[in-house]
């Protein structure tokens, strides 16, 4: 079982900054990636950002060259750091664990409880 929770969410004013991070406990060692989804009201959930062990990273289109992931090995841990928000940035973050193999990320069944992000002014 693998354990993830995921902090840092609450209102923010656009354009402001916002870094959520997310710790995973258990058995992590399955996975060779973790990554941030966002699903906003009445809409799917989808793919905001994901890195592997060795540092590679993608980006959704819509947040490309505002967010960056990170991640702390020693400490489990994987951040988002978000700049220049915008209200269509609004929606619930959920951190997972996955598989990155051939150039494709494949999402767990491993999900935290989610952290809200309010863009609003």
């Known amino acids: 079982q693998v354990r993830l929770v995921e902090s840092g969410g609450g209102l923010v004013h656009p354009g402001g900054p916002l870094r959520l991070p997310c710790a995973a406990s258990?058995?992590?060692?399955?996975?060779?990636?973790m990554s941030w989804y966002r699903q906003a009201p009445r809409k799917e959930r989808e793919l905001v950002a994901f890195i592997t062990d060795d540092g590679t990273t993608n980006y959704g289109d819509s947040v490309k060259g505002r967010f960056t992931i990170s991640r702390d090995n020693a400490k489990n841990t994987v951040y988002l750091q978000m700049n220049s928000l915008t209200p269509e940035d609004t929606a619930i973050y959920y951190c997972?664990?996955?598989?990155?193999?051939?150039?494709?990320?494949?999402?767990?069944?491993?999900w935290g409880q989610g952290t809200q992000i309010a863009v609003s002014s």
């Open positions: 258990g058995r992590i060692v399955r996975f060779n990636a």
């Open positions: 997972n664990t996955g598989t990155y193999l051939g150039g494709i990320y494949y999402k767990s069944r491993s």
